[in-house]
């Protein structure tokens, strides 16, 4: 039975500081072993709400249980059963990688060896004897993950892992939080990176100005919108109006560099520009959360 | 246990690793030992320098037993430069010069300092005096007068001051680390790290007490060891190690002025202004730069109230004047009443995180 009950259950969350009201009436349950999102421009309350999930704030009102229990005030039960990353990775100062993370894992009474080995499994053996403010941001952010992981928390907080760093560096990150999450842990994760929630989470939940405006499995959000796909080509391939002739009810528009065709039937329209040789700087995008986002509040997505 | 080691080995190690905080902890009173320590070396020994011009019979004959008793109070330099001699002796560099010429001792001395030339003039009268009677036959003077000084070594400087500079080295020390610990470990998003971990917060306390401790006890052997130095010359009592438990409970009592200091500011900056502000001040008033034995009553008495002041004279008592580890009792008692009240305050006011 106790399986079948969820790893985190959020009722009715609420939070205010002074008239903003950050955290505005959250509920979600979080299942053992998924990857969760949080997704939101900045300001949207993520933040907030994941730090109600830890017990490191005290709910205005509604609750928060984690394995069955209640994170705040401070539970010492629940501690050795969850990891945080917290936003600004926590370092104490001038020690080295392999100093941080023994001192973090002692904390646990997890042994150094063992901490050692996390230092492998997010690929910084050789940054070990460096301290922590010779590191580059990524690799900040791999040994403030690493930290959180060391003792083997069965739940996983992340708080915005990868802002601030490179899109080749958000990518290796990616890598090592979906092992983590192929080893069976739950993982909730806040981001206002939409494609990285698209990427990485089984379900996410947008928010904005304190509430969740929709929630579910990224894929099923972008197809319940039933938005169209947009073929783009080069402008000066093909008119205006020759590309509205291609089929009917076509959407389409020329900004001077692209010419765009919004369709709910791709197929025909990209044969059709196909015959016409008519494929010149030929791009096809699906909805995106972008779109979902745009859906859903009236207006474009700014992290 | 095992979280006390390792987060007293962090904190130990970021301590030890920062120079800015070695320097201001150890090496900066350190500077002011060796500094004062030679600028006072030979104060308190008040010796009276003076020239002798050539040969002066009644001075090179002495016996050796008077000469060394006039070695006590004159620091006397030979010279045969008979214009220089005076010349140095109008410049008030030294206190008299004295020349014999035949049956004739003559004193050159200025009236620049009239104290200390008295005090030539009637060591050289006497000198003549003895010298008279001696020519007479009497050798053996109806009264003699021997002199003893008090205390000799309690005269010394370096015997003052070790002790109180230490006490104030400790002082600083312990305020600085325990503030700036708490302030940039709240900033650092560190104790909030921590909090949720299941470390128990006596583990974090406990950590930061035994750091300080162990910087205090690195100050006290730094200081000890540079003023038992030849060149500085402290002389320890017999029981000086009895000053060790007063140290701890100076280290807790400083350690909570720092809690508190640390607890009621946000950035490092103000911490380190508030912990000056306390630590500087009281530096001054509790006699640990000078004695207070000349101050006004109303300033002896406000001491009192001073932490240092019962650190610095309680070290002073055991390791320079030769007092027991009993005399301690009282101040230690006062300082773990300091810190009781202080952790209580600092308690109240802490923070895990800034907002």
């Known amino acids: 039975m106790h399986d079948m009950s969820p790893t985190i259950k959020v009722e009715e969350l609420r939070k205010a500081y002074g008239e903003l009201r950050a955290v505005d009436g959250v509920s979600f349950d979080v299942q053992t072993g998924e990857f969760f999102g949080i997704l939101g421009p900045n300001g949207a309350g993520k933040t907030t709400t994941l730090e109600m999930m830890e017990g490191l704030r005290k709910p205005d009102s509604g609750s928060v249980t984690l394995f069955g229990e209640s994170p705040w005030p401070r539970n010492p039960r629940l501690l050795p059963r969850i990891g945080v990353q917290l ?170 560099v692209s010419l765009t065709i919004a369709t709910r039937t791709p197929a025909p329209v990209l044969s059709a520009l196909a015959e016409r040789d008519a494929l010149r700087g030929l791009s096809v995008r699906g909805a995106t959360l972008e779109d979902v986002f745009l859906h859903l509040t009236g207006r474009e997505y700014r992290a | 246990m095992t979280s006390f080691v390792s987060l007293s080995s962090a904190m130990a190690r970021g301590f030890f690793r920062d120079r800015t905080a070695l320097f201001f902890t150890i090496l900066f009173p350190l500077m002011f030992l060796v500094l004062f320590g030679g600028l006072f070396k030979d104060a308190g020994a008040s010796k009276t320098d003076i020239l002798q011009i050539g040969a002066v019979p009644v001075v090179d004959q002495l016996p050796a037993e008077a000469a060394a008793g006039l070695d006590q109070v004159l620091a006397v330099t030979r010279t045969s430069d008979r214009a220089a001699a005076l010349e140095e002796v109008r410049k008030g560099d030294k206190a008299a010069a004295i020349e014999q010429v035949g049956g004739e001792l003559i004193v050159h001395y200025s009236a620049a300092d009239a104290v200390k030339s008295a005090t030539v003039r009637g060591i050289v009268e006497s000198l003549v005096q003895q010298a008279n009677l001696a020519a007479a036959g009497v050798t053996t003077p109806a009264v003699t007068m021997r002199t003893q000084p008090v205390e000799d070594q309690s005269l010394k400087a370096i015997q003052y001051m070790t002790p109180g500079l ?11 680390g325990a503030a700036l ?175």
């Open chain 1, 87 to 256: 936003q600004a990775s926590a370092f104490f100062e001038r020690l080295t990688a392999r100093e941080q993370i023994r001192t973090f894992a002692s904390l646990y009474g997890v042994s150094a060896r063992k901490a050692d080995e996390w230092l492998a499994v997010v690929g910084l053996e050789d940054m070990a004897g460096k301290r922590n403010e010779d590191l580059s941001g990524g690799q900040q952010q791999r040994l403030s993950i690493a930290c959180a992981l060391a003792h083997g928390p069965d739940l996983v907080f992340l708080d915005e892992p990868t802002s601030g760093l490179d899109p080749q560096a958000r990518r290796n990150l990616w890598d090592v939080l979906r092992d983590i999450s192929a080893q069976g842990r739950t993982v909730v994760l806040t981001t206002h990176y939409l494609d990285e929630a698209e990427s990485l989470c089984d379900r996410v939940a947008i928010m904005d100005h304190g509430r969740i405006l929709e929630s579910g499995p990224p894929a099923t959000l972008v197809r319940d919108l039933d938005a169209p796909t947009r073929i783009s080509v080069e402008t000066g391939t093909i008119t205006a109006e020759a590309a509205r002739g291609l089929a009917d009810g076509l959407e389409v528009s020329d900004d001077g």
């Open chain 2, 166 to 176: 230490l006490g104030w080295a400790i002082a600083t020390g312990a305020t600085f």
């Open chain 2, 181 to 355: 610990t708490l302030v940039t470990w709240r900033q650092k998003k560190i104790l909030r790290r921590l909090r949720l971990s299941p470390v128990p917060i006596a583990s974090i306390i406990g950590a930061r007490v035994a750091v300080s401790i162990a910087i205090a006890g690195a100050q006290c052997a730094m200081f000890i060891g540079v003023a038992l130095l030849p060149y500085f010359g402290l002389q320890l009592s017999d029981q000086w190690w009895a000053f060790i438990p007063v140290m701890i409970a100076g280290t807790l009592a400083f350690l909570s002025i720092g809690l508190v200091a640390g607890a009621a500011s946000k950035t490092p900056e103000a911490a380190s202004a508030i912990a000056n502000l306390i630590t500087l001040p009281m530096a001054f008033l509790s006699g640990a730069f000078f004695p207070l034995d000349g101050a006004p009553e109303w300033l002896q008495n406000l001491s009192e109230f001073f932490p240092l002041k019962h650190l610095v004279s309680s070290m002073q008592d055991v390791m320079v004047r030769g007092e027991s580890f009993a005399v301690t009792l009282p101040d230690i008692g006062i300082l773990l009443g300091f810190t009781l009240v202080l952790a209580a305050v600092a308690a109240f006011l802490f923070r895990w995180d800034d907002a």
